[in-house]
């Protein structure tokens, strides 16, 4: 199972962005999805996260200019950035609880994509 993730780049304050991760590989379906950001010298820290039913869960620092969303049938992941400030540069990284068989779970990370806000 891999996760891909893709989108990054650098924008100006203000600008938008948006994130992908697609899930591959063999697995019976896919649990909770996330995205976590982790800039220089600071821990990796949630942004948001989407259950399989479609709950959603965001940082007070990105809610109302964050969305996150899913696309089940695609195996895949979004993570629309609105109002971006050079606070949220980092790199980002896609998680997924991947339910590998009836009674076994695990936990994966894409490979990070990196969001530069600067002007």
């Known amino acids: 199972v891999q996760l891909q993730a893709s989108g990054g780049g650098l924008v100006r304050p203000g600008g938008s962005l948006r994130l992908s991760c697609a899930a591959s590989g063999i697995f019976f379906s896919i649990n909770a999805m996330g995205w976590y950001r982790q800039a220089p010298g600071k821990q990796r820290e949630l942004v948001a996260s989407i259950t399989s039913g479609g709950s959603t869960n965001y940082a007070d620092s990105v809610k109302g200019r964050f969305t996150i969303s899913r696309d089940n049938a695609e195996n895949t992941v979004y993570l629309q950035m609105n109002s971006l400030k050079p606070e949220d540069t980092a790199v980002y990284y896609c998680?997924?609880?991947?339910?590998?068989?009836?009674?076994?779970?695990?936990?994966?990370w894409g490979q990070g994509t990196q969001v530069t806000v600067s002007s």
């Open positions: 998680n997924a609880d991947i339910q590998l068989a009836r009674w076994v779970s695990h936990d994966f």
